[in-house]
Nanobody, 127 residues
Framework: QVQLVESGGGDVQAGESLTLSCAVS????????LGWFRQAPEMEREGIER?????????????YYAASVKGRFTTSRDTAKNMVYLRMDNMKPEDTGVYYC???????????????WGRGTRVTVSS
């Protein structure tokens, strides 16, 4: 059963850093990739779209990033602990939103066809 539990969100000031964690069930490593997605406040109201921002292939850990976060965010994993991380540096107010991890890879805003979203973790960046 696919289970993903996000944590680590909070309130930060612009320019600060934050690391999010995602605890995953072992079966998740059988999926091709693990990704991070976020819903900005306006997306949250509609509840459907998400913005794919980072992902890593499960087999060899190759990473991909959306242009909006490239150079500032880093995704990593610890397979022994069944954990995936998103390190966010030099944060900006536009990074505000609810962050989700998922057993899929996607970059950009879309309605992702995926049924195993967790509850997410909220990040607020103040200017």
């Amino acid at each position: 059963q696919v289970q993903l539990v996000e944590s680590g969100g909070g309130d930060v000031q612009a320019g600060e850093s934050l690391t999010l964690s995602c605890a995953v069930s072992e079966v998740v490593w059988d999926y091709r990739a693990l990704g991070w997605f976020r819903q900005a406040p306006e997306m949250e109201r509609e509840g459907i779209e998400r913005d794919g921002i980072a992902c890593a292939t499960s087999r060899d850990g190759i990473t991909y990033y959306a242009a909006s976060v490239k150079g500032r965010f880093t995704t990593s994993r610890d397979t022994a602990k069944n954990m995936v991380y998103l390190r966010m540096d030099n944060m900006k107010p536009e990074d505000t939103g609810v962050y989700y991890c998922g057993a899929l890879c996607g970059l950009g805003t879309a309605i992702y066809q995926y049924d195993d979203w967790g509850r997410g973790t909220r990040v607020t960046v103040s200017s």
